[in-house]
Structure formats: C-alpha cells, structure tokens
C-alpha cells in the first residue's frame, strides 16, 4: 500500500495535478489562459503514468490484489477530474475498468463533490 502511495505523491499528483491547473484553476484564480508547453508535458507524463497504472492493475480487482485499500482512495482521487481535465487516459481500459469498480462503492460515489469552476 505504501508503494502506491508514494508512487501516487512522486508521479501520479504532478502528472493530473498538473493538467487540472492548467486546464480548470489557471481561469478560477485569474492567471490566464493554459500554457500549451504545460499541457503538453502534463499530457505525457499522464500518458506515462497511466501506462504504469494500467498495466499495473491488469488481473487485479484492486491495486493491493483483491482487497480494497487507502491506496486505492489515493490513486483514485485524482480520476474524479479525468473527464473536466481532459487526460488522455481512454486507451487504459484496466484503469477505466478499476475506477468504474470505485464509483460502485456508494460511500465513493457520495464524497464527490463537483467544485464550482
């Protein structure tokens, strides 16, 4: 669970964290429009960290084997602004198919809460 964990604060946080500024906070906060260098290298590094979880999570219920974890909760946060900041992560069917796994447990779907941009 750790390793994912850290995986997620290393990699997977700058990758999506990225491309939600860019694409949605940069207009909240006045700071202009999306810098199209910054979309473009947080496109790859999504690209490269979804092939990780992707191919990750092929055979696996979850991403610690079959046992929903913490880790799980980590990882999957940042999937909750997937479509509104457009990351190219379509093609990743396994993460497609984790994360709709997810939206099933109603105490998930209940604490999401869309923010107002």
Not at 22 to 30: H, S
Not at 110 to 117: L, M, R, W
Request: include cysteine; proline fraction near 5%; aromatic fraction near 16%.
């Amino acid at each position: 669970m750790s390793r994912w964990q850290f995986w997620e604060n290393a990699h997977w946080d700058p990758a999506c964290g990225s491309l939600i500024f860019e694409r949605l906070l940069k207009k909240v906060f006045g700071q202009g429009d999306a810098s199209p260098e910054q979309i473009e290298k947080g496109e790859g590094e999504v690209r490269r960290f979804g092939g990780v979880l992707n191919g990750w999570l092929a055979g696996r219920r979850f991403l610690c084997g079959n046992h929903l974890s913490l880790a799980d909760f980590s990882v999957g946060a940042w999937l909750n602004y997937a479509q509104r900041a457009q990351y190219p992560i379509d093609d990743f069917r396994e993460i497609g198919r984790w994360y709709a796994g997810l939206m099933e447990l109603p105490a998930w779907r209940e604490s999401i809460v869309a923010p107002p941009f």
